[in-house]
């Protein structure tokens, strides 16, 4: 497995706030760095803007390729000119999440006090709204007063919740897909497998592994897999491999491999290349500690008193991370509060990956939408 | 966590069987032990034994404190005097799996070559088919030519149902609780993270750890953690923890913990100080391997054609580790062979590990199937 650190040196465009960040915890970050991607032109109303919010793993590059994978960008069969999100109507917005590491402000970036080492484990923790409150600077910067639209799959369904919920007047509409209002006992048991993978690997060093030039890429390898299960289901899973061994050699050793093993080992070793330990435990912890419910008085319906904003929820029937009990009962807090709310469960076999893969019917969904949403706010 | 390596000293109650076994691998094992506990007395007649296998982690030790840990046998609960099992009717045994490290030939006992020396990863692939040929040379030893019953959840239901397609002359009635005839995608994926995490546990020290004085402790608890929350239902792991914080200091540092991990830190670290991880990686492959329509040309029904022996198939409604479908299955091959046999689905929100619980339903089915075959078998 490859041991070198990963490209610290990628430029990624970026916008650096002097006035800094206060955060959910009561630290204060002394300067913020958003790093971000936008495709489209604003108009001059400045009212066609659509925010997308990226997953745990993503990042800015949602529709053009990742410059340090080499892939296309992660919503490129959603997101371009002529596509459901499209870029000839609309202006597309997407900033890495605070904590991440693709540029935005999180573990990887210099220590404000000890701006010759990364922050590390030192970085703060951070929540789902310190998350949105840093697109809400940028956003700002831009000039944009109201988003058209904010859009999300999973960690971005929570950002697209969050963002319905502090800011109900800034968002035209909001479009949490796969997304989930708490993080469930099971959720974080399977994010605690990651990040006790992560902290038992040795060249984790306490996460002070830049020091020692090394990544602690076999826990981090360990932690994907066990996450990678949970995105698909056991029938995409059984499709794909079945079980069907990669050598026909019958029972000669123990070396003899099951196909989705060498597959899991192959989705974990490219991920440990592009993705920082730190920020995997800074960004999990954040969902984990997302409780939608419990920040209002324990009814989620409270998150959505008076809102005008517009909902799409879309849930996928086979997705077990983020069940459509999930979405059914962001719906019905909706409706609790008379907000104007669609919900769509898409059937699909793969599980909660299916947010990111061709699904005719819920890209056909979302652009219907959409198109609505746009005549009602006046863009067409 | 204790590093010391876990009592290698504890003797086991056991028999030497100096003709080895011939494995499905094609290894002859010279020497073959299987350790072992029974429970009541053998009748005259030699036709009152029942049989119970084991589960991946499980042990011998069913009905009487594990010497190890100081615990109450595994299942306590059902096997004993007046209890769903009865000792005082039937003659109860119990081996350690082979493989395993309870005093059964497994990676923990010398190596036939090189006996100062534990087999350690050296130590042949082993099936489930060959877990049971080494209990029926077992029963064979007791002079039992014909069980009364075989019983087993989870890996024992799958040794359950080899012992009924492999010697169906010698089994009057099967009972696999909990069960599957073959290792879903999924599951195997989740075994795959055990096992990568035991790999890169520097410990581990390519299988021997022995030679430097340590266990790879780390590795083994992420494993044991992985496979605990296949164990439980969601449902189960929310009652129990729900998304209460251990400690209600806020959000003051990343070192917050709800109480789910440390409830998994726990369970992880207790595990590793009883079993091999030797142990652990051979015996989820044998699971892993697990397939019994593959092995009867991919017709399950094949594997049970011409059976006189009588079944009861229990599920958990909440199982989704071998969910119902799976003994639904089996039931459905079995009766295409007009087979004997009942199928109870017990509803239960306490997922895999339900078979071990205290479910007055399950037990009573199982009391009063085994009543039912007793008299037909002329026992009462």
């Not at 800034?170 to 993080?183: E, G, L, N, R, T």
């Not at 899973?237 to 026909?248: I, P, T, V, W, Y």
């Not at 879309?314 to 991370?321: E, K």
């Given at each position: 497995?490859?041991?070198?650190?990963?490209?610290?040196?990628?430029?990624?465009?970026?916008?650096?706030?002097?006035?800094?960040?206060?955060?959910?915890?009561?630290?204060?970050?002394?300067?913020?760095?958003v790093?971000?991607?936008?495709?489209?032109?604003?108009?001059?109303?400045?009212?066609?803007?659509?925010?997308?919010?990226?997953?745990?793993?993503?990042?800015?590059?949602?529709?053009?390729?990742?410059?340090?994978?080499?892939?296309?960008?992660?919503?490129?069969?959603?997101?371009?000119?002529?596509?459901?999100?499209?870029?000839?109507?609309?202006?597309?917005?997407c900033t890495?999440?605070?904590?991440?590491?693709?540029?935005?402000?999180?573990?990887?970036?210099?220590?404000?006090?000890?701006?010759?080492?990364?922050?590390?484990?030192?970085?703060?923790?951070?929540?789902?709204?310190?998350?949105?409150?840093?697109?809400?600077?940028?956003?700002?910067?831009?000039?944009?007063?109201?988003?058209?639209a904010?859009?999300?799959?999973?960690?971005?369904?929570?950002?697209?919740l969050?963002?319905?919920?502090?800011?109900?007047?800034?968002?035209?509409?909001?479009?949490?897909v796969?997304?989930?209002?708490?993080?469930?006992?099971?959720?974080?048991?399977?994010?605690?497998?990651?990040?006790?993978?992560?902290?038992?690997?040795?060249?984790?060093?306490g996460?002070?592994?830049?020091?020692?030039?090394?990544?602690p890429?076999?826990?981090?390898?360990?932690?994907?897999?066990?996450?990678?299960?949970?995105?698909?289901?056991?029938?995409?899973?059984?499709?794909?491999?079945?079980?069907?061994?990669?050598?026909?050699?019958?029972?000669?050793?123990?070396?003899?491999?099951?196909?989705?093993?060498?597959?899991?080992?192959?989705?974990?070793?490219?991920?440990?290349?592009?993705?920082?330990?730190?920020?995997?435990?800074?960004?999990?912890?954040?969902?984990?500690?997302?409780?939608?419910?419990?920040?209002?008085?324990?009814?989620?319906?409270?998150?959505?008193?008076?809102?005008?904003?517009?909902?799409?929820?879309?849930?996928?029937?086979?997705?077990?991370?983020?069940?459509?009990?999930?979405?059914?009962?962001?719906?019905?807090?909706?409706?609790?509060?008379?907000?104007?709310?669609?919900?769509?469960?898409?059937?699909?076999?793969?599980?909660?990956?299916?947010?990111?893969?061709?699904?005719?019917?819920?890209?056909?969904?979302?652009?219907?939408?959409?198109?609505?949403?746009?005549?009602?706010?006046?863009?067409?």
């Amino acid at each position: 497995m490859d041991q070198s650190p990963p490209h610290p040196e990628t430029q990624h465009q970026s916008v650096t706030f002097a006035e800094g960040l206060t955060l959910d915890c009561g630290r204060h970050l002394a300067s913020l760095t958003v790093a971000y991607r936008t495709y489209g032109t604003l108009n001059a109303a400045r009212n066609n803007a659509i925010l997308i919010c990226h997953a745990l793993t993503g990042d800015q590059y949602v529709a053009e390729p990742n410059p340090e994978t080499g892939k296309p960008g992660w919503w490129d069969n959603l997101v371009g000119p002529g596509k459901p999100v499209d870029t000839e109507n609309f202006f597309v917005i997407c900033t890495n999440v605070l904590g991440g590491c693709m540029g935005t402000t999180g573990p990887r970036s210099p220590h404000e006090d000890h701006p010759e080492r990364p922050w590390g484990t030192d970085f703060p923790p951070v929540t789902i709204n310190d998350m949105v409150r840093a697109q809400k600077l940028f956003i700002g910067h831009l000039g944009i007063e109201k988003l058209f639209a904010v859009i999300g799959g999973s960690m971005g369904g929570m950002q697209t919740l969050a963002w319905a919920a502090l800011y109900p007047q800034h968002v035209f509409a909001a479009i949490p897909v796969a997304a989930a209002y708490y993080h469930s006992a099971q959720n974080i048991a399977f994010h605690e497998i990651g990040r006790q993978a992560i902290a038992a690997d040795p060249d984790f060093h306490g996460g002070q592994y830049w020091e020692h030039g090394v990544i602690p890429a076999r826990g981090l390898a360990v932690a994907r897999m066990t996450a990678h299960i949970t995105y698909v289901s056991e029938e995409a899973l059984s499709r794909k491999f079945g079980r069907k061994l990669q050598e026909a050699e019958g029972l000669s050793s123990l070396g003899e491999r099951f196909e989705v093993e060498s597959y899991l080992q192959y989705q974990g070793s490219s991920f440990v290349r592009r993705f920082d330990a730190n920020s995997y435990l800074t960004i999990t912890r954040a969902m984990d500690l997302f409780d939608l419910a419990a920040e209002h008085g324990g009814l989620l319906a409270n998150a959505f008193k008076g809102t005008k904003t517009r909902f799409l929820l879309v849930s996928f029937s086979s997705d077990w991370l983020f069940p459509t009990a999930q979405s059914r009962a962001i719906a019905r807090a909706l409706n609790h509060v008379a907000a104007n709310v669609s919900f769509v469960e898409i059937k699909s076999d793969k599980g909660h990956d299916a947010f990111l893969l061709d699904e005719p019917d819920f890209h056909r969904t979302l652009r219907g939408f959409l198109s609505g949403c746009a005549e009602h706010a006046g863009l067409k």
